[in-house]
T-cell receptor, first 114, second 112 residues
Framework: AQKITQTQPGMFVQEKEAVTLDCTYD???????LFWYKQPSSGEMIFLIY??????QNATEGRYSLNFQKARKSANLVISASQLGDSAMYFC???????????FGSGTRLLVRP | DAGVIQSPRHEVTEMGQEVTLRCKPI?????LFWYRQTMMRGLELLIY????????DSGMPEDRFSAKMPNASFSTLKIQPSEPRDSAVYFC??????????FGQGTRLTVV
């Protein structure tokens, strides 16, 4: 069965430093996708980055990169050069290509300190 | 493109009343998801549709909840009768054949 685990309920990072948010997943499918979404205090869900299970390169989108380790079933989000506006909840999600079902982890609240 | 549109943005209702939440997905997207977000339980997948057909409703909490997708451009989530524990933010998301899902702004439901 699909499962997403985010073990860090909250994280602090100093402005301009890098931070890694952890995500592990479980699936029996060979083909799946992994996502990260950001939810600021305003409540909307903002898509950040996507990694396909067959992608050989780690995904990058600006200051966001996804550290994909397939054998470990981990898909950690790395935010480089943190900004105050990065303070938000971050959700890891997975979608199995066989079922279209998109499920989310419990989230990590990131606070960027000035 | 206007994105996924949900209405209303906020709803306050009395316990026992019927509540209907609405969603207009992005044109051309063939998957639609309804989620409920609470502090205690996080983001829960309630139901999802593919090509207007409900594929998995195992997340629907009980018979008081029902969802329909009569056509590709509209979906509803109905709670009848509503209870205070249904208070949450309800999100609708749609997705094309490609994997990324686009979320609406959410409906904040308060049942008093």
């Amino acid at each position: 069965a699909q499962k997403i685990t985010q073990t860090q309920p909250g994280m602090f990072v100093q402005e301009k430093e890098a931070v890694t948010l952890d995500c592990t997943y479980d699936t029996s499918d060979q083909s799946y996708g992994l996502f990260w979404y950001k939810q600021p205090s305003s409540g909307e869900m903002i898509f950040l980055i996507y990694q396909g299970s067959y992608d050989e390169q780690n995904a990058t989108e600006g200051r966001y990169s996804l550290n994909f380790q397939k054998a470990r079933k981990s898909a950690n989000l790395v935010i480089s050069a943190s900004q105050l506006g990065d303070s938000a909840m971050y959700f890891c999600a997975m979608r199995e290509d066989s079922s279209y079902k998109l499920i989310f982890g419990s989230g990590t609240r990131l606070l960027v300190r000035p | 493109d206007a994105g996924v549109i949900q209405s209303p943005r906020h709803e306050v209702t009395e316990m026992g009343q019927e509540v209907t939440l609405r969603c207009k997905p992005i044109s051309g997207h063939n998957s639609l998801f309804w989620y409920r977000q609470t502090m205690m339980r996080g983001l829960e997948l309630l139901i999802y549709f593919n090509n207007n057909v409900p594929i998995d409703d195992s997340g629907m909490p009980e018979d008081r909840f029902s969802a329909k997708m009569p056509n590709a451009s509209f979906s509803t989530l109905k709670i009848q009768p509503s209870e205070p524990r249904d208070s949450a933010v309800y999100f609708c998301a749609s997705s094309p054949a490609l994997p990324r899902a686009f979320f609406g702004q959410g409906t904040r439901l308060t049942v008093v």
